[in-house]
């Protein structure tokens, strides 16, 4: 497979300049200052085996696959409220304040451009810095400009977006959504089934222009726009970042699964008090959360091959704005599991984490892996990319995978069968391989 090399700047635009993207955005300028590590960047800091008789047979991955370079990033994106990136982070105090202001000029160079925004989607949110068109559609030709503006003026060669933006309210697929004529059309009748972030998403793919989503919101996860990118060859991924409690759940389930442990209950509360809170303090959008979060347990510990062990698993996940948190999300999780002969026991985990610190790394990854993709030649949905998502989103009739070492594996066979190297069980990975000469 040919990959093109990484030449000239690369523009990573968020729609949502929040605490996620600010984290990044803060994060990457600290680094390039050399004031910081991108800890927790696998791009950045993973390294990869490779079946070489001679050489470094455990390469950096960012020596080993054409990735842009830190230092050619360029920052954008779009928000419902006005403050540029230093006002922006300064509020969702996820850094520390003497990080930001060594970073100031360039964090407050950085403003949002107007959104697209229906309040109907998000209830707690109430900013003004929004566009106004005469229908979806023009908005979203408003958008597609926007996007090749900032290509221009900021001298990008590529474009790759990254949806940091809140949870929308929960929606299912209905008829606009499962062809791109009835979406099409949908935009042209301002359909209010059509979502905020279908209309970035939309823009983005018709431009070519990757785009993976961090929100466990539909967006780019229906027909129509699956159909869009395989028309403009435009790589897509999703939903939600996989970070906090179910990063952990899909840590710890693939071995309790793999040593053959039953597991009768397992209950997930979260406490969180930053804006991301706040808006999943409406029951329409902890839904959206809710559904996100439920499948990885049923995927990974799969009742219907153990029913002795996982038939009875009852699943309960709670979320609860508790401002005094901030962005330091508190979770507990008890776990019941049993094992020889039934026997009862139980596991508890108390995560101290901080949402954002986890989030901003695996942003870096799906816009450095996105623009890969694209530069690959591949197209659709990068299913490779499932290893940073708590849901990931499959071509149709291909189940999810979840476990998280399963996940790796796919992606680092991803990354060897583009560069030409031997894949690791590559029998055992049919799922990777047609992905990736899809
Ligand atoms: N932090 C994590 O660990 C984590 C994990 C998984 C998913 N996520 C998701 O990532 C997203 C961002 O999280 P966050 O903590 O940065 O939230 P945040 O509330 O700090 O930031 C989201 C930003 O999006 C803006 N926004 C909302 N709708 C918009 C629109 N239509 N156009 C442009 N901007 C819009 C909001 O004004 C806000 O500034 C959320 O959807 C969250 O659920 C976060």
Redo the contacts with the bound molecule.
Sequence with gaps: MEVKEATGRLGVLM????????TLIAGVEAVKKGIAQPIGSVTQLGHIHLNRKTGDNYPKIKDFVPLAGLQDLVFG?????EDNVYV?ASR?KVLEQHTLDALRPELEALK?MK????KS??AN?D?THIKEGANKYALAEALMEDMENFKDTRGCDRLVIV??????KYTEVSDVHESLSAFEKGLKESDPRIA??MI?AYAAIKLGIPFLN????LTVDIPALVELAAKTKTPIGGK?????QTLMKTILAPGLQARALGVKGWFSTNILG???G???DAPENFRT?EVSKLGVLEDILRPDLAPDLYNDLYHKIRINYYPPHG?N?ESWDNIDIFGWLGYGMQIKINFLCR??I??APLVLDLALFGDLAKRSGLSGVQEWLSFYF?SPQTAPGFRPEHDIFKQLTVMQNALRKLMGEEMVNPDRLAFAEEEITA
């Design positions: 729609p949502g300049l929040g605490a996620v993207a600010t994106g779009w928000d419902v409220y922006a969702a949002p959104a697209v925004f229906d989607y998000i949110l900013g949806w940091c933006g809140s949870t929308e905020p972030s970035y961090g929100a466990p919101n939600d970042f996989k970070t906090g930053n804006r991301d706040y808006v999943l959360k962005d999300k949402d954002s986890l989030a708590k």
